[in-house]
């Protein structure tokens, strides 16, 4: 089973930019969808963006569209969340895990989630 780990968040000035990463353990992130998802104060889990191990498609929630890119580094076995034009708005701990795409918008998280990253946009 694959264990995940994430990392790379700070605080970060509204406008600024942060690359978070997702390193796994345990076994090959190919045979993986992967998806990034963030909870903020008070709010609930929602999905960001999601990467096929099929055939690397990517998927965005549409507030970061535009801003937000995700890839992998096979050789790493990480994947990364870049993060451009950061928001207040963005604030929450982001966290990797293994997903199902169901639909071009809808990732369904799967396996145990882990510690997550904290990014805090403000000036």
């Known amino acids: 089973q694959v264990q995940l780990v994430e990392s790379g968040g700070g605080l970060v000035q509204p406008g600024g930019s942060l690359t978070l990463s997702c390193a796994a353990s345990?076994?090959?992130?190919?045979?993986?969808?992967i998806g990034w998802f963030r909870q903020a104060p008070g709010k609930e889990r929602e999905g960001i963006s999601c990467i096929s191990s099929s055939d690397g498609s990517t998927f965005y929630r549409d507030s970061v569209k535009g801003r937000f890119t995700i890839f992998r580094d096979d050789a790493k076995n990480t994947v990364y969340l870049q993060m451009n034009s950061l928001k207040p708005e963005d604030t929450a701990v982001y966290y990797c895990a293994t997903a199902t795409i169901v639909t071009r918008t809808i990732w369904i998280p799967f396996g145990s989630w882990g510690q997550g990253t904290q990014v805090t946009v403000s000036s």
């Open positions: 345990g076994s090959s992130l190919t045979k993986y969808d």
